[in-house]
């Protein structure tokens, strides 16, 4: 589950990356039908199909860095590694402290959905811990 996890994880950047680029790669990632989604607050606002949900998507979030968490977790074995699989990544905009945590299903290793929304947050350093 580790590695799917990661792959997907990883593909789901890609997307993001090719997405921002206008890439026609991309379309080895998505189908013309996923579709993509961003809420801020309580409202949720469809940004469309295929390519052009996609690259509303990443002019929306603006990112400059992204992140994931890796799977911690025991070994658990995959039924169907191309069956129905979900993974969360997220997106950060450093400039306007925006993050914006999007959940990417997959079916058959392809995005079939994306939807996310857009927090505020704040970062800092903290003092070490003294031994």
Request: charged content about 20%; aromatic content about 10%; proline content about 4%.
């Amino acid at each position: 589950m580790g590695a799917l996890q990661y792959v997907l994880s990883r593909r789901a950047v890609d997307a993001v990356n090719l997405a921002a680029e206008a890439d026609p790669a991309l379309a080895r990632l998505i189908v013309p039908t996923t579709t993509f989604s961003l809420g801020t607050g309580d409202v949720g606002n469809s940004l469309g199909l295929g390519a052009i949900g996609a690259h509303a998507l990443v002019r929306e979030m603006q990112a400059d860095t992204f992140r994931f968490l890796g799977w911690d977790y025991m070994l658990l074995p995959i039924d169907d590694p191309c069956a129905s699989h979900k993974v969360d990544v997220e997106f950060l905009d450093t400039r306007k402290k925006n993050v914006f945590r999007v959940t990417f299903t997959f079916e058959a290793g392809v995005i079939v959905d994306a939807s996310g929304w857009r927090r505020s947050y704040e970062s800092g350093s903290v003092a070490p811990v003294r031994d």
